[in-house]
């Protein structure tokens, strides 16, 4: 099979790019489809990714503290009920258990879209004094949300994520542990998956139902528009006066306990699908990928060659994840295959190779081949995968910078997102009609209030008042 009627297979990320999303995300092997509209079954090379991930930020999770709990799936509609604005905010997307066999039930059990219920009724059952704070717990699990429409990892009727529910003594504990969160998403994104980010908080329009106030990690797909790839919320003690989580404190006097919830998504592959992926399929950052090294032999029916190249893979083994395609398919069937499913590195050997003492490395970001020693490999290998990272890493905040424009009227985003998807920077006066106007007319939403200001103008993009902060705006996910 030739190369080119390989990448056929695949639309052009510039002629239709949800296409080429969904192709990459089948042909790559990441999901399957499954009977139930809107659910996506996680195939083995996907889950790896998510393993990786995982695993890296449960790491972090447990470094500061953390411990890892299981809440049930099941909550009962009175205690959904309990916290009035969570609850309105999450109506839409609920999913509702009526019988159990066939005998309807007395109350209907919600199937969880989020846990802060479940850890409140916990929480006030186990928290008695200052003594036992802070809480600091943390789940792995699903969650079901019904949507409208749906796409792979972006947006699923359920999905996998980790959920933190933290308490607190005080209010500054416990914004720090909402700030804490947040910085701990950016590094992953940045240094782990090569997706450069922006910080900042959410309007009030746009922050977690229940909240006192929403911190987000924001990042810029291929095409210009924005995802929300994390989000880390401080409580106040909004939910603990609803369920009553109450500790005798210093003074040995009742108080209500301050809290926060932030949490992390499988959403984080599609992402890191859409700011690095191209014609030609995924392109993964080495830190994350499954296999970082693949080695294929060349001429591998003829004698000493595929034992050279297990003797290699072996070798290599040490320094990174490195696996073999020992098949029977043509070479060129299967540099494709390791473009598809985005190998950051690929070691070629045939008997040529051999008698030279070398091997040829093709980087999967730049396309670039070079013959390398053996007594050189390790080194450069760990060397090529280090600048393959930074390198994704640096393209990336390239575009960011190259897609944000400026704008200082609500015709100028009109004009903007009218010509292509891109991240504006605006002034707001704060108003929330005025945010609602700017998506009614233009489409887009604000993203976050940056931690880092600027001063684009000192009047709001939309209606001429005087402005409080600079925003972020963009069509989004």
């Not at 199937?111 to 916990?122: D, G, I, N």
């Not at 804490?180 to 959410?202: F, N, Q, T, W």
């Not at 603990?240 to 926060?260: C, S």
């Not at 290998?381 to 930074?390: N, P, S, V």
Request: proline residues 4%.
């Amino acid at each position: 099979m030739s190369k080119k009627q390989f990448v056929e297979k695949i639309t052009s990320m510039e002629d239709d790019f949800a296409q080429w999303y969904t192709d990459v995300v089948t042909k790559a092997r990441l999901v399957d489809y499954s009977s139930v509209r809107g659910s996506m079954i996680i195939q083995p090379y996907g889950f790896k990714i998510w393993e990786n991930i995982r695993d890296e930020l449960d790491r972090q999770i447990k470094e500061t503290g953390h411990e890892n709990v299981y809440m049930p799936l099941f909550i009962p509609e009175s205690l959904l009920q309990q916290e009035k604005d969570h609850i309105e905010g999450f109506a839409p997307e609920v999913a509702w258990v009526t019988h159990g066999g066939e005998s309807e039930l007395q109350e209907r059990l919600c199937v969880r879209p989020t846990s802060e219920v479940l850890f409140a009724e916990h929480y006030k059952n186990i928290i008695h004094s200052y003594r036992d704070l802070p809480k600091l717990y943390n789940q792995w699990a699903n969650v079901v949300r019904w949507e409208k429409t749906t796409r792979p990892f972006l947006r699923t009727l359920e999905f996998l994520w980790q959920e933190g529910h933290t308490c607190h003594e005080t209010e500054q504990e416990a914004i720090e542990e909402t700030e804490r969160m947040l910085h701990i998403y950016a590094s992953l994104c940045e240094d782990l998956l090569a997706i450069p980010v922006i910080k900042g908080r959410k309007t009030e329009k746009e922050k977690f139902a229940g909240a006192r106030f929403t911190y987000t990690v924001e990042s810029l797909m291929h095409d210009g528009k924005a995802l929300q790839t994390a989000t880390s919320h401080f409580f106040g003690n909004g939910f603990a006066k609803a369920f009553g989580i109450e500790f005798l404190n210093r003074e040995g006097k009742l108080e209500h306990v301050q809290q926060t919830s932030w949490g992390f998504t499988t959403r984080i592959i599609g992402a890191m699908i859409m700011v690095h992926g191209d014609d030609r399929g995924l392109v993964l950052p080495p830190n994350i990928a499954p296999t970082q090294v693949r080695i294929v032999p060349i001429a591998s029916h003829k004698e000493g060659v595929l034992d050279h190249a297990y003797e290699l893979k072996n070798r290599l083994a040490r320094i990174a994840r490195a696996d073999i395609d020992a098949s029977d398919k043509q070479p060129g069937w299967k540099f494709n295959e390791c473009e598809m499913q985005g190998i950051p590195l690929r070691v070629e050997v045939g008997p040529k190779d051999i008698e030279k003492g070398q091997v040829m490395l093709a980087r999967r970001d730049t396309g670039e081949k070079q013959a390398v020693t053996l007594d050189a490999l390790e080194q450069t290998i760990t060397a090529t995968l280090e600048d393959i990272q930074r390198t994704m890493y640096e393209k990336a905040k390239e575009r960011l910078h190259e897609k944000t424009s400026h704008a200082y009227t609500i015709e100028d985003i009109e004009q903007i997102l009218a010509e292509e998807n891109r991240l504006i920077k605006a002034m707001w006066c704060g108003d929330e009609a005025c945010e609602n106007d700017i998506k009614e007319r233009t489409g887009a939403t604000s993203r976050c209030i940056p931690f880092e200001q600027e001063t684009i103008s000192d009047t709001c993009v939309c209606c001429g008042k005087p402005a409080s902060d600079m925003v972020f705006w963009a069509k989004a996910y």
